[in-house]
């Protein structure tokens, strides 16, 4: 069965996150090595001291390594590109990878025979290092890093082989394979780890988001509550009005002993979404505080905050909840507080008057909004 579009988002983000984390390696690792090979060939020109028969050669050996890791540093990705731009972007920049490699190879394996020692000699040993660091730090894609070790390594190999001595070719093509086999595993232990580190950041912030929602309900949670009251109360503070409910299940407990705790779970689930529904507007914000209370804020003055309060507060009476097979009449008792900058100086003051206010409705017989004195 093919997956639905819910199970294959998460998938998607994932496989969107390693690329773009591949993006960011490999260009940073790329950024760098291109300045290594016109090093290498000054060094292999330097040493026939730029004679004339070596400058023209020398001058485009070591301009045409140099512009290709000028076009490495100047290729233009986006800070944070889609799909297709980060796919576009790898191709150019292993283009740009394996012609260097490739420009390497060709002067490495002409140096063998133009060149005057020590300068072959030079030559060789960059192109074993080369290899060496594509083997080791470019090894996101096998296949094309295959292709630059073999463009740095098989036209020298081919000139050892014929020029030199079978064996001295022998060697090299072992050194080859080593380094292929190299790669290979490093390419295991980089996909090993940018897996893992994606799944820690999915963790990461799979926590935290739960440490922000209450798990029963789907909430926000006391926590997240706090903390967007105290956001909603700095906003507040230049002159728009604002209001806080605290709304509290009445007898609840009785709905568990009558029901089982399953139950009472299903109706706290049920109360919740009725809450929603009731309180769907920007700036309105629900949240569960613990148990069987729960919380609004309200971009609103305190008497429109009653007029919503009392109006859920009798529906609720009015239609029952119906959860768990069950169709059962619940009320609940609310505390209403409209925001005065002058008396609240923290959230923790707005709640304690309107969690007061709740205790006198509950007081006063329940089914009841109460709101703050002095409002
Ligand atoms: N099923 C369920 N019950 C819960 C949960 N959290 C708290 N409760 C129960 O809620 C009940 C609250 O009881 P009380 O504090 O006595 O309040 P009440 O029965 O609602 O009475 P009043 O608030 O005075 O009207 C307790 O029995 C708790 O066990 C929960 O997540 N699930």
Redesign the pocket.
């Known amino acids: 069965m093919p997956d639905s579009p819910a199970t294959q988002e998460p998938g998607r983000s994932r496989a969107r996150n390693l690329l773009a984390q591949e993006v960011a390696e490999t260009r940073q690792r790329a950024r760098l090595g291109g300045w290594f090979y016109g090093v290498a060939a000054a060094l292999a020109f330097g040493v026939t001291g730029f004679a004339p028969p070596y400058r023209l050669s020398g001058l485009l050996v070591v301009g045409t390594l140099v512009m290709l890791a000028v076009v490495r540093v100047a290729l233009p990705v986006a800070a944070a590109p889609d799909e297709r731009e980060a796919r576009r972007y790898l191709r150019r920049l292993w283009a740009v990878i394996l012609a260097t490699a490739a420009a390497w190879g060709a002067f490495s394996a002409w140096s063998q025979a133009a060149l005057p020692q020590p300068a072959p000699l030079i030559a060789l040993l960059f192109s074993g290092a080369f290899g060496m660091a594509i083997a080791h730090t470019l090894c996101m894609r096998r296949l094309p890093s295959a292709f630059a070790i073999a463009a740095v390594m098989a036209p020298t190999l081919a000139v050892l082989w014929r020029e030199v001595a079978f064996g001295v070719g022998a060697t090299w093509l072992v050194y080859m394979a080593y380094m292929l086999l190299v790669m290979g595993r490093s390419h295991r232990e980089y996909w090993t780890r940018l897996e893992l580190e994606e799944e820690l950041r999915q963790q990461r912030d799979a926590f935290a988001t739960q440490s922000r929602v209450d798990g029963?309900t789907g909430l926000p949670n006391r926590r997240e509550f706090s903390e967007s009251l105290e956001q909603a109360m700095e906003v507040a503070g230049g002159g728009r009005p604002l209001s806080l409910l605290i709304l509290?299940?009445?007898?609840?407990?009785?709905i568990?002993d009558t029901y089982g705790?399953l139950a009472?779970?299903a109706c706290?689930l049920r109360f919740a979404s009725r809450l929603r529904e009731a309180f769907p507007g920007e700036g309105e914000l629900c949240a569960r505080l613990g148990?069987?209370e729960f919380g609004v804020v309200l971009a609103v003055d305190r008497a429109a905050a009653r007029v919503r309060a009392d109006a859920f507060r009798e529906a609720l009476a009015r239609v029952p909840l119906e959860f768990d097979g069950i169709r059962q009449v619940v009320t609940a008792s609310i505390g209403c507080c409209g925001f005065d900058a002058g008396r609240h100086s923290g959230a923790d003051a707005l709640y304690r008057e309107a969690d007061a206010a709740l205790y006198r409705a509950?007081v006063g017989g329940?089914n009841r909004t109460e709101c703050a004195p002095g409002d």
Do not use: C, P, Q, S
Not at 248 to 254: G, L, P, T
């Open positions: 029963l509290d299940i009445d007898h609840f407990k009785r568990n705790h009472g779970d706290l148990g069987e509950k329940r």
